[in-house]
């Protein structure tokens, strides 16, 4: 819709469950919209009333027949082809947002906590699966919730299990945003029309750098942010920017990503 590009999980029989079909088309779809310069940012929701509830769990009662050691490779081979989609996530230029209703649960939840935005409805609950399952957290669940929550929230969601709606995720962190079921679209397409707005480049530099920031030292991010405001200064933004100060009067930015 105009410069918003949506991408839903639609297993909604399953609750949207993961499934390495399903993933493998949003990665390509999410590869695409992230390379169109008309899609601004990029919005992950899911069908049926609820985003998405991790591993199709059904499906597992095939590894009961297996040995230790086969069940162990069986989810290394089906999660390793999942793993890059997390990290493309996290690298793209384009601003990644999260709108979930009803159930997110276990590895579902990376979407949320990998995301630059999350606005949930009022139905949202976000489980913390993996621990009943006697797993770990994937998907890169391990790496984002601390940096939301602070570590010992983190541990506490993860170790118990927990269930939270989404005016606790909201006060954790992880969700940005509550309104009603109603009310959502509007929501997401007037933040998306904020972002359009701005200068492309700027948006696209900033996110990687506070993204990066979290890998770097002070003077290799000091010298990044250099290197990302010579890169802006090239686009024709950056002179719309300085010409509207100096004729005092708002900027107004290209409406394309830079190639």
Known sequence: ?????????????QRNAMSNEMLDLFFSKLRAMNADPDIRCIVANGAGGNFIAGGDVKSWDRLKAMS????????????GPVLPLIEFIDGMDTPFIVAPQGY???????????????????????IFGNIRMSLVPDMGITHFLPRLTG????????????????AQAKADGIVDEVVAPEALEA??????????????RA???????????RHRALGDQLRAETDGIARCSG?????????????????????RKSA
């Open 203 to 213: 948006v696209a530099e900033t996110r990687k750098l506070l993204r990066s920031s």
């Open 235 to 255: 686009e024709d933004d950056f002179i719309e920017a300085i010409t509207a100060f100096s004729e005092r009067r708002p900027a107004v930015f290209g409406a």
């Open 151 to 166: 570590q010992r929230r983190a541990m506490e969601l993860a170790l118990f299990g927990s269930q939270i709606d989404a």
């Open 104 to 126: 997110s649960v276990g590895a579902g939840l990376s979407f949320v906590l990998a995301a630059d935005f999350v606005i949930a409805d009022d139905t949202a609950k976000f």
């Open 187 to 200: 929501t997401i397409m007037e933040l998306g029309a904020k972002i359009a707005s701005a200068p492309a």
């Open 68 to 79: 230790p050691d086969e069940r162990g490779r069986d989810f290394q081979e089906r999660l």
């Open 1 to 13: 819709t105009g410069n918003v590009g949506w991408l839903t999980f639609n297993r909604p029989a």
